[in-house]
Nanobody, 119 residues
Framework: QVQLVESGGRLVQAGDSLRLSCAVS????????MGWFRQAPGKEREIVAS????????YYADSVKGRFTISRDNGKNTVYLQMNSLKPEDTAVYYC????????????WGQGTQVTVSS
């Protein structure tokens, strides 16, 4: 059983930086894929970034490329989302998620953490 717990969301101003963390409990394997999704009010949930637990194969949505960085610390069993140059349109609930293979369903989800960017 895997559990994901996000933290780090808060109210910030446009242009600020913020780092989200996702603590992962349970045994992890290099082939697992970790992802960050977000959902803004009235919008569908969308993928922001993903990374293999091995550290390879990162993916970023076009809207965050060059501003966000996903990383993981195997020793701490934690995945991070470093968000720089934040914009009001980045306001959303951010969710950490996991899937067992590159093309599998996202099987586990955290409870989400709220990020609000004021203009």
């Amino acid at each position: 059983q895997v559990q994901l717990v996000e933290s780090g969301g808060r109210l910030v101003q446009a242009g600020d930086s913020l780092r989200l963390s996702c603590a992962v409990s349970g045994r992890m394997f290099s082939g697992y894929v970790m992802g960050w999704f977000r959902q803004a009010p009235g919008k569908e949930r969308e993928i922001v970034a993903s990374i293999k637990w091995s550290g390879s194969n990162t993916y970023y949505a076009d809207s965050v490329k060059g501003r966000f960085t996903i990383s993981r610390d195997n020793g701490k069993n934690t995945v991070y989302l470093q968000m720089n140059s934040l914009k009001p349109e980045d306001t959303a609930v951010y969710y950490c998620t996991l899937r067992f293979t590159d093309n599998g369903n996202w099987a586990y989800w955290g409870q989400g953490t709220q990020v609000t960017v004021s203009s």
